[in-house]
């Protein structure tokens, strides 16, 4: 009897776990994709030179170092790059794309959005400000969340690269994978997953 229940909260599991993955991967053909918002840019503006994906590189970086800084999990800059790159593809977003330093406060409000939202203790904005070396106030950071916000039309729950890993990983019966090769796996793509977070190319649908 125990062990038909085992089975059948396997089946429920496992059902749960498909049903997930199909709902995350409609949400990233649907209202959370990327396209390549740095076509057809100008090789110099205004401003000097538009962003690039060099500093698109250096900002995914930068969102990390704030995560392992203030202890939070690495999930969280997965979804602050996310709000960021949906931000930049947008059409509210593109113009910040030829100010350099409108690019670094956007990606200040991505961090601290995706903070608020994702861990329990929160930054202020006025924490968030002080990042930017005294050239931004925390009314700035606020007013481009909103911006940010109104972008995305509110959606702030993107599907990490993690969570697929996860929910993949739990489809394989336990009799057919241990405790300390699961966790390897999740190690190895962890891994690979904090270095593809700076390379622009697999932000792209």
């Keep these: ?55 698109r590189s250096a900002i995914a970086d930068w969102c990390v170092k704030i995560m392992d800084v203030c202890k939070y999990q690495r999930e969280t800059a ?65 007013k481009m969340e909103l911006r940010l916000l109104q972008a995305l039309e509110w959606r702030v729950n993107p599907p990490t690269p993690m969570a697929f890993v996860q929910h993949h990983l739990a489809l394989i019966p336990w009799t057919e994978l241990d405790t300390l090769t699961r966790q390897a796996v999740i190690d190895l793509a962890r891994y690979q997953l904090n270095a593809c977070l700076s390379s622009y190319e697999f932000a792209l649908e």
């Design 1 to 55: 009897m125990n062990y038909s229940i085992t089975m059948e909260q396997q089946c429920i599991a496992f059902e749960s776990d498909v049903s997930t993955i199909h709902v995350m991967l409609k949400q990233e053909e649907s209202g959370y994709q990327v396209c390549d918002y740095f076509l057809n840019l100008p090789k110099s503006c205004p401003f000097g030179q538009p962003v690039d994906a060099i500093a």
């Design 78 to 142: 997965y979804v602050a790059i996310s709000y960021l790159d949906r931000f930049m593809a947008s059409p509210e977003g593109h113009s910040i794309l030829l100010d350099r330093s409108l690019f670094q406060l956007a990606a200040l409000a991505s961090v601290y959005s995706a903070v608020k939202i994702n861990e329990q203790q929160v930054l202020g904005s006025t924490f968030i400000a002080k990042l930017s070396n005294g050239e931004r106030t925390s009314i700035d950071v606020e």
